[in-house]
T-cell receptor
Framework: DQQVKQNSPSLSVQEGRISILNCDYTNSMFDYFLWYKKYPAEGPTFLISISSIKDKNEDGRFTVFLNKSAKHLSLHIVPSQPGDSAVYFCAASSSGNTPLVFGKGTRLSVIA | EPEVTQTPSHQVTQMGQEVILRCVPISNHLYFYWYRQILGQKVEFLVSFYNNEISEKSEIFDDQFSVERPDGSNFTLKIRSTKLEDSAMYFC??????????????FGSGTRLTVV
């Protein structure tokens, strides 16, 4: 039962362009959504989050968009940099009730 | 910046042996978690711990698994009799607030467990 789905296992983008990572969820009780970045041999690190009362949250080069009716969120990175190359995990939670549920991740490669 | 520390970074064990994975969460955090990631799969929740007791556990966290906070700083995951399918990267995480109050968890670098 994949409650959080990241359907693209990998994505390749040129440096300076926009990277768009997508995530779908099935549980309508989820009301917090997060993106984590993971480098090899390291644990996931928190990147950005959004609550269900918003449809957009921005932090520097990173913007997360939430479409509740479509149960879809996306992470935009612009401009993409080689240091952004990592695995990106989408995660979701229903407030106060469930631990984070993660997707399988998308490996982003930013090519110089 | 405060870190979650996990030891060892890599553990190889024989099937049927007991292993203990160790974690030192961030000192002012109150909520602790274990997750695992089998190679190529998603990061899966195992257990959450608050106020010296398990607050939630997944169906993966069966009788072979246990957690303990023995001394107020360490947080351990024990697997009593390891199976080949327990081979995975195990991540410890901690958070200051409950999962619904969100700024995310802080994860450790993980322990790669290999059962042979």
């Amino acid at each position: 039962d994949q409650q959080v789905k990241q359907n693209s296992p990998s994505l390749s983008v040129q440096e300076g362009r926009i990277s768009i990572l997508n995530c779908d969820y099935t549980n309508s009780m989820f009301d917090y959504f997060l993106w984590y970045k993971k480098y090899p041999a390291e644990g996931p690190t928190f990147l950005i989050s959004i609550s269900s009362i918003k449809d957009k949250n921005e932090d520097g080069r990173f913007t997360v968009f939430l479409n509740k009716s479509a149960k879809h969120l996306s992470l935009h990175i612009v401009p993409s940099q080689p240091g952004d190359s990592a695995v990106y995990f989408c995660a979701a939670s229903s407030s106060g009730n469930t631990p984070l549920v993660f997707g399988k991740g998308t490996r982003l490669s930013v090519i110089a | 910046e405060p870190e979650v520390t996990q030891t060892p970074s890599h553990q190889v064990t024989q099937m049927g042996q007991e292993v203990i994975l160790r974690c030192v969460p961030i000192s002012n955090h109150l909520y602790f978690y274990w997750y695992r990631q089998i190679l190529g799969q998603k990061v899966e929740f195992l257990v959450s711990f608050y106020n010296n007791e398990i607050s939630e556990k997944s169906e993966i966290f069966d009788d072979q698994f246990s957690v303990e906070r023995p001394d107020g700083s360490n947080f351990t995951l024990k697997i009593r009799s390891t199976k080949l399918e327990d081979s995975a990267m195990y991540f410890c995480a901690s958070s200051e607030l409950r999962q619904g109050d969100f700024y995310g968890y802080t994860f450790g670098s993980g322990t790669r467990l290999t059962v042979v």
